[in-house]
Structures are given as structure tokens and as C-alpha cells.
């Protein structure tokens, strides 16, 4: 049971980047994705959440309309897509994968937003 991020980067303010989360072992649609990071100096924060089915998603106030979180059932995927990035967005990315008590944590991508 894993999931396993990918994509960020390094991006000049005002750009756009994607980051994905490739889960495996566990039936991913019984999931609620979640998309969390984390700042240098800061706690780990929620920045967008969809349910299993992909019906609904919730944003922080701080990225919507800007970021747009979605996922693809059949290929067990989730995606954060990142427009209009900010060098406040700047953050080690997170996937999480939660359903009842059971929890899964990607490894971490890197988001570097320059000014």
C-alpha cells in the first residue's frame, strides 16, 4: 500500500505547475485525496480535498480559484493542478489518502515559486 508523488519544480511567480499521486495496494476510489504542504518553519497544511467518487472538493482560501484538485479512478491517480503560483505557495507538496482509520502519506514533492 503506497502512494507515490510526482511532478513540481521550480517556476517563475504567476506560472502554473502539476503535481501527482500514483496509488497502489489499496482500493483507491473507497479514498478521500487530499493534497497537503508544508513550509520551511511552518505546519503541514490543507490545501485541497476530493472524495472518492470526484463529486465534490474543497479548497483553502488561500488557493481557490487558483488551484483545481481531480482525480482518475481507473488509473488510481490524483492531480493538483497549480495555476497563478505564488512564491507564498512555495512548499514541499503531500498526497494523503484517507478512508475510516486507515491513512497513506505520499513522499513529498518540491514547489519552488520564484519571485
Known amino acids: 500500500e503506497q502512494l507515490v508523488g510526482s511532478g513540481g519544480g521550480l517556476v517563475q511567480s504567476g506560472g502554473s505547475l502539476s503535481v501527482s499521486c500514483a496509488a497502489s495496494g489499496f482500493t483507491f476510489s473507497s479514498y478521500v485525496l487530499s493534497w497537503y504542504r508544508q513550509a520551511p518553519g511552518k505546519e503541514r497544511e490543507l490545501v485541497a480535498s476530493i472524495t472518492g467518487r470526484g463529486d465534490v472538493t474543497m479548497y483553502a482560501d488561500s488557493v481557490k480559484g487558483r488551484f483545481t484538485i481531480s482525480r482518475d479512478n481507473a488509473k488510481s491517480t490524483a492531480y493538483l493542478q497549480m495555476n497563478n503560483l505564488k512564491p507564498e505557495d512555495t512548499a514541499v507538496y503531500y498526497c494523503?489518502?484517507?478512508?475510516?482509520?486507515?491513512?497513506?502519506w505520499g513522499q513529498g514533492t518540491q514547489v519552488t515559486v520564484s519571485s
Open positions: 494523503n489518502a484517507r478512508f475510516g482509520n486507515r491513512n497513506h
